[in-house]
């Protein structure tokens, strides 16, 4: 009898400690939340408790934009998943349109802007994290246009979507604009595309890293000039002051960096490493 107690015993012991290991498994991705002494994601000063609201313009591919499926991906999208589930958060995917961002921002519709979002020029407009990229704005002509260089320009038509970077590039360029026969301004990429793939225009200035992926996903008849407009940086940027956010996605992306993920996410859109973090 005394055998078939200490027996039973064991059992209990046994079954308590797998118990055990199990909700430790299960604890998720809200402790590391917990670890930095936040009580939990529902501490964490989103605009909507338990939930990390992302504004990203939905046509900007590779960083974010509508996949085959109709659903949202990219990646900066990735990068943004990964960080709301390492702090137990759900992630809101939120198109904006790009003109109206300071607005989205300032009315807390959204919790940060984050797709492929320049930080050059804007560095006291919004409070930033540490760059994860590095980006060119460059102008993309048609295959045998004849547009060369900047100088191949003058008489030319050039669109810009409104409100970018290529647009702010530009307006530091006056005596390269004065060169142009126009100058226009498209709501985004894709609409600047086709219409210099239907030759409505002669070239459209825009970010590097864009370009080389529509190029890569078809655009063959497509070319980006070797001579660049200007280098800039890519960062997450949160509402002018919003430190605290800022600083517990920074530390997550360094998280991120310092165990190979970053890589491996970028890795897969890019089939290489272009993140900066750590570097």
């Known amino acids: 009898m005394k055998k078939m107690f200490i027996f039973l015993l064991v059992l209990v012991l046994v079954f308590a400690l797998a118990a055990c290991t199990t909700n430790q498994g299960e604890a998720g991705d809200g402790d ?5 002494g936040l009580n939990g994601a529902d501490a964490i000063n989103t605009v909507v408790p338990g939930k990390f609201t992302v504004g990203f313009d939905q046509n900007f591919p590779p960083m974010g934009f509508v996949g085959d499926d109709g659903e949202f991906t990219g990646f900066d ?33 959204i919790d940060c802007i984050w797709n492929g979002f320049t930080m050059n020029g804007r560095e006291e407009l919004y409070t930033w994290t540490e760059p994860y990229m590095a980006n060119n704005q ?18 030319k038509t050039v669109v810009v979507q409104m409100d970018s970077s290529a647009e702010a590039a530009l307006g530091d360029r006056p005596d390269l604009v004065e060169t142009f026969a126009a100058y226009l301004t498209a709501p985004d990429y894709e609409n600047a595309l086709m219409d210099l793939e239907a030759e409505a225009v002669d070239a459209v200035a825009m970010d590097e890293v864009v370009a080389n992926y529509k190029i890569e996903k078809g ?12 280098a800039e940086e890519y960062g997450v940027g949160f509402l002018l002051g919003n430190e605290e956010l800022r600083d517990i ?24 490493d272009v993140t900066t973090i750590g570097k």
């Not at 590391?32 to 930095?36: F, G, H, K, M, Y």
């Not at 137990?88 to 198109?95: M, R």
């Not at 655009?219 to 200007?230: H, K, N, P, S, T």
């Open 219 to 230: 655009g063959e008849d497509l070319l980006v000039l070797d001579e660049q407009l200007a």
């Open 138 to 155: 460059v102008f993309v002509v048609k295959a045998g246009s004849g547009i060369e260089s900047l100088a191949d320009l003058a008489g």
């Open 249 to 272: 996605v920074q530390s997550t992306l360094e998280e991120m960096a310092a165990a190979g993920v970053m890589a491996k996410i970028s890795n897969t859109w890019f089939g290489k």
């Open 32 to 36: 590391v939340a917990e670890e930095r």
């Open 77 to 109: 999208l990735e990068l943004a998943a990964e960080v709301a589930q390492r702090l137990g958060l759900e992630l809101v995917l939120q198109p904006i349109a790009w003109d109206a961002k300071d607005m989205e921002l300032s009315t807390k519709n």
